[in-house]
């Protein structure tokens, strides 16, 4: 393939060993605990609705784009022929021989369609990096070599900082700057070698951020440097052209078929490349998602980069006035309603798979820019969230398997953990932060806060639910999750609720149980019921105790107060309002714990621990979350 044609833009194999059954396992009488005593007492009973099921036009909105064949662009005869021709590795010149060779250049210039992080364009002008929320010397930067954390890798080597800098000051204060950086990195990376320079990823999103934001670096008073990068765009294609499909992930992938086609849209002669770079992309965006609109990585952080990518390309076809790849929609459709289906009371994202809780203002500057006006999306069962709303309660439970190997990136073991938000206040997190190792949370850190011990749920033993390896990847353990939601209709005149339960086969090999959970969030959004049951996957429960443990970490600035029988605390949140929380059968013990923001600072927060020796047959653990005001 190095001297050869282009690579094959055929069919790949399906994914395997992702399972998201629907089970239906008869509701049980579920019991009202005073707060005063941990012995709970019958209040309300729920009873399912079977006439009553959300509207599936509501819940997924998507749902019948994703059934869109994802197929090359239709073209002409004469088109496909050039097509063809080009994947064979045949250069636009020996395609037309007769035709002059144009000079090579830019023939339109893009309008930025997101703004980046003004702090980091201010941050870069000073001589810094700032990449999540850590300032490093640009002068100390090692532009070669794989010494790089991986959050600087992608900055550094994507020239992601380009639209931060862009949003930092003026074109006249920032050329100098962006042609400054350029010219050292280009000088320590003179050919392509195997490091994460060369990434198809980086690779990818450097030679978009070069075409969407090419004033800054092509418009100083140095001609030589304006000619070297011109060819350096030409020649880092051509590179491309050849490697695309051997990325590490999919995303990795869509990101480099981007690049093509802007460079095609962009530079002289680039038909050839755009039409090879569209069916490409096409394709490979095809296999990116599942179902609902999720990605396969389940990562917040990499549907927001898709949703970046695509907006970007879209802002190049709109640069020389071309009707963008219809597939471009139809694929921002797809992708912002499993992103709305993580989003809290306060508009920022959750703490899901190893994300932040990147800020309001940033998702709705995204979604502003995609055009996209929709809803969250509530039952995402192949991406494998569930959203329930009630008042102003948001709940977010994870009830899908982690994801398989090769679309991981900073894979988290956090099958059947929750977060639980009221109005602008989070009462239930999970760590998150993971993708943010390297800056302010240190490098050490990251794979603690993939384990399953750093999000809302049970372990056993400390074991994780699924391996956690290194380099982001997860190994075996959770294979198959069973999810049942129903809505519930209370008897009486008392309100009613959402009744979400899931189970997980993750310990199923080393201890021989299924994890299952329960959550019952009532209609009024003041309390949440839940219940951890641990259920012998064969005939009979093998013999022996193991060590439980419930981990429900708590939101920032959250003031504790115990009860006098230890199985309960109270929760003061800053906006005042109180809430308890109540175990029903097990002391509650109160741990240090860590919250990543959407800046990726730790911060120090605390968890609420319910911690059991029970046998290895089997036990249930029942606890209650209520607003008192």
């Known amino acids: 393939m190095e001297n050869g044609g282009f690579p094959d833009l055929g069919s790949r194999p399906a994914d395997a060993g992702r399972s998201a059954k629907a089970s239906a396992i008869p509701l049980e009488a579920t019991k009202e605990e005073p707060l005063a005593d941990p012995t709970p007492e019958p209040s309300t009973r729920y009873l399912p609705l079977e006439d009553d099921r959300p509207d599936p036009a509501v819940i997924e909105p998507g749902r019948a784009l994703a059934l869109a064949d994802f197929a090359p662009p239709a073209i002409g005869a004469g088109d496909r022929l050039v097509r063809f021709a080009y994947s064979l590795g045949l250069p636009a010149s020996a395609i037309h021989p007769f035709r002059k060779r144009a000079k090579t250049r830019l023939t339109a210039t893009v309008t930025p369609p997101l703004p980046g992080d003004a702090a980091a364009g201010k941050a870069l002008r000073a001589g810094h990096f700032l990449v999540h929320g850590y300032k490093s010397p640009i002068a100390d930067t090692a532009f070669s070599g794989p010494r790089l954390p991986p959050a600087f890798e992608r900055m550094v080597h994507g020239f992601r900082w380009l639209r931060d800098l862009e949003s ?279 794979q603690g806060l993939r384990a399953t011990a750093a999000h809302s749920t049970l372990t056993i033993d400390d074991f994780n639910s699924t391996a956690v390896l290194i380099n982001g990847k997860l190994g075996s353990g959770v294979s198959e999750v069973e999810v049942d939601r129903r809505t519930l209709s209370a008897e009486g005149a008392g309100p009613g609720a959402t009744r979400i339960e899931a189970s997980h086969n993750g310990y199923v090999s080393r201890y021989g149980l299924t994890h299952r959970r329960i959550l019952i969030l009532r209609d009024d959004g003041t309390e949440l019921r839940g219940e951890d049951l641990l259920v012998p996957s064969g005939r009979k429960g093998k013999r022996g105790m193991i060590g439980v443990a419930l981990r429900f970490h708590l939101g920032p600035h959250i003031e504790l107060a115990a009860s006098a029988d230890g199985k309960g605390v109270t929760l003061s949140l800053p906006d005042g309002s109180l809430w308890q929380f109540r175990s029903g059968r097990d002391g509650v013990g109160i741990e240090e714990s860590l919250w990543a923001d959407g800046l990726g600072r730790p911060i120090g927060t605390r968890q609420l621990v319910v911690t059991a020796k029970v046998p290895r047959s089997g036990e249930s653990f029942s606890w209650l979350l209520k607003k008192m005001r």
Not at 212 to 228: K, N, W, Y
Not at 271 to 290: C, F, S, T
Not at 293 to 298: H, P
Request: with cysteine; aromatic share 4%; proline share 6%.
């Open 168 to 446: 930092g000051g003026t074109r006249a204060q920032c050329v100098q700057v962006a042609e400054r950086i350029l010219g050292t990195w280009l000088n320590a990376n003179p050919k392509p070698d195997p490091t994460p320079a060369w990434d198809v990823g980086n690779v990818g999103h450097r030679l978009l951020n070069w075409m969407v934001h090419a004033p800054l670096i092509l418009s100083g008073q140095d001609r030589a440097l304006r000619t070297r990068v011109l060819h350096t765009i030409e020649d880092t294609a051509r590179w491309l052209d050849r490697r695309v499909t051997k990325a590490d992930d999919r995303l990795s992938e869509v990101a480099g078929w981007c690049a093509l086609v802007a460079v095609g849209l962009l530079m002289a002669d680039g038909k050839p490349r755009r039409l090879y770079g569209e069916a490409g992309l096409v394709k490979a965006l095809g296999e990116l998602v599942g179902d609902d609109g999720g990605v396969l990585s389940r990562s917040p952080l990499c549907q927001i980069e898709a949703i970046e990518l695509l907006v970007e390309l879209r802002a190049c076809y709109e640069a020389i006035r071309a009707e963008p790849l219809p597939q471009i929609q139809t694929m921002l459709t797809l992708l912002v309603p499993p992103l709305l289906a993580l989003l809290h009371g306060d508009g920022a994202l959750g703490n899901w798979q190893g994300a932040g809780a990147v800020s309001a203002e940033r998702i709705e500057e995204l979604v502003r820019a995609s055009g996209i006006r929709t809803r969250p999306l509530r039952d995402a069962r192949q991406w494998g969230y569930q959203r329930a709303t009630a008042g102003k309660t948001v709940l977010q439970f994870d009830a899908g398997p982690p994801p398989v190997a090769r679309h991981t990136r900073d894979g988290c073991a956090s099958t059947l953990a929750f977060e639980l938000s009221h109005g602008a206040e989070r009462l239930i997190v999970n760590c998150g932060g993971a993708a943010f190792a390297g800056g302010m949370i240190p490098l050490r850190l990251e």
